[in-house]
């Protein structure tokens, strides 16, 4: 894992240039007397000696990863490969649940993660007659599992707020996860029946009155462009009625929903408006209590930011030359633990009191400053703002280094571009040492 890290890869073949280590390397992935369910229970015991709080932010979704050549290569034969999204390619799926400090930008690590792939031969779902089977038999229960693991890992007096897009709007979830300490906090992707007039719940929030406006920063993307946003917020109570065809004792769940939606005088001409509807357990009093959610929701494109780590502009684990499923599920459990390493760092530039970690020594410390007296030579205008005894300060050198300005009017470096200037560091560094030793 040190490998990956310094050498920014995943595939195994460039983590070394000794023979005898890249055999190593093979040898432990292919040691079938371990799982990547055991890597992991390392990443979840991490996990819980860094909660910083007595309330975390439990982020999950699922991504799938793709082996274009597997299935030519290994035929159905092997129990770790199957077809992903396409029927014709193979691979599988990751479902992490990531955990925060709903206060900071600080990431805490994994509380569940489930790996797992469809098999070539399963039936589809009209001859499995999908809709009548249990929500346990379902692949939608992994939502459900890992909200169920979370809570059993982490310590009892910590509250929780599970996070989840539109494909977690589940009504068991809502049946079974929550209690006093557990809450959800949903896109919303149904519009519900609910108890009382309105009869919809949408049709709710459609005769529900604004009850303020908080201007937001867009980030500008391929379909969205950078701007200020005005976001009005509504929102109100519910009880959210039972599926008729669900067995269940209440006839009825209780949640709140809030809507945000962006203000026409802030959406650019041809351009769709932000739009969330968010369904919580939380209690929904006031304004701030909504805008309190709104922010935490926001931190659910963490996790996206983590899928694009570790997939093709990161560490490129689906270009793995592995040939089997299970050594690629190991290698998987140990790229997801190394990427946050990426993550921790360009997050620590909203975290200015945050102190350098154990991931650089003295020898380092000493480089890093050489490097930044040079990059600040480049431009006098461009000093580095950040205390020197900080992460933050570190960060900022290693931004520079994957290209970053560094000006202020522009926006804050991105996550590639942090993994490119760790990948220049170590590269530059391991030259330093050369000179060292001369």
């Known amino acids: ?159 929780i707020t599970i996070i989840g897009d539109r494909e977690n709007d589940i009504y068991e979830d809502f049946d079974r996860v929550p209690d006093q300490r557990t809450h959800l906090l949903i896109r919303s992707k149904c519009d519900r029946k609910i108890v009382g007039d309105y009869k919809k719940l949408y049709n709710l929030l459609d005769n529900t009155i604004i009850s303020g406006s908080i201007e937001i920063e867009i980030t500008g993307q391929k379909n969205r462009k950078k701007r200020k946003a005005l976001i009005d917020i509504k929102f109100a109570k519910a009880e959210i009625c039972t599926p008729l065809n669900l067995k269940s004792n209440q006839k009825s769940i209780e949640v709140h929903i809030i809507e945000a939606t962006e203000n026409p005088s802030t959406i650019p001409s041809g351009e769709v408006g932000i739009s969330w509807k968010l369904l919580t357990t939380h209690r929904i009093d006031h304004l701030q209590k909504a805008i309190q959610c709104i922010n935490w929701y926001k931190k659910r494109w963490l996790i996206e930011e983590l899928f694009r780590v570790i997939k093709t502009k990161g560490f490129e684990i689906e270009s793995s030359q592995l040939g089997e499923g299970f050594k690629l599920k190991k290698l998987l459990a140990m790229t997801l633990e190394v990427a946050l390493e990426v993550m921790r760092l360009k997050l620590s530039l909203n975290n200015l009191d945050q102190k350098q970690d154990n991931n650089f020594n003295s020898n380092e410390i000493r480089f890093l400053k050489k490097a930044n007296r040079k990059l600040e030579e480049q431009n006098q205008k461009l000093k580095n703002p950040y205390n020197e005894k900080t992460l933050a300060w570190i960060a900022w050198i290693i931004a520079r280094m994957g290209g970053w300005t560094g000006y202020k009017s522009q926006s804050p470096p991105g996550y590639i571009t942090i993994k490119n200037g760790l990948d220049k560091y170590h590269q530059q560094y391991e030259g330093y040492l050369m000179f060292l030793d001369e």
């Open 1 to 159: 894992m040190d490998k990956m890290l310094t050498l920014g890869s995943s595939i195994v073949n460039r983590l070394s240039n000794v023979h005898t280590e890249k055999i190593g390397f093979y040898r432990m992935l292919s040691n079938t007397r371990f799982s990547h369910e055991d890597l992991l229970e390392g990443s979840f015991n991490l996990c819980l000696s860094n909660i910083d709080s007595n309330h975390v932010l439990a982020i999950q979704d699922t991504t799938e990863f793709n082996y274009g050549g597997l299935k030519s290569k290994l035929g159905l034969d092997d129990p770790d490969i199957g077809p992903t999204g396409s029927s014709k390619i193979a691979g599988f799926f990751c479902h992490p649940m990531l955990v925060v400090n709903p206060d900071s930008d600080s990431i805490l690590g994994f509380s569940s993660v489930q790996i797992y792939n469809h098999d070539w031969r399963q039936e589809g779902k009209k001859e499995r007659k999908y809709k009548q089977l249990a929500i346990e038999e379902k692949e939608s229960y992994r939502w459900i599992k890992s909200s169920i693991e979370t809570k059993e890992r982490l310590y009892e007096n910590v509250q």
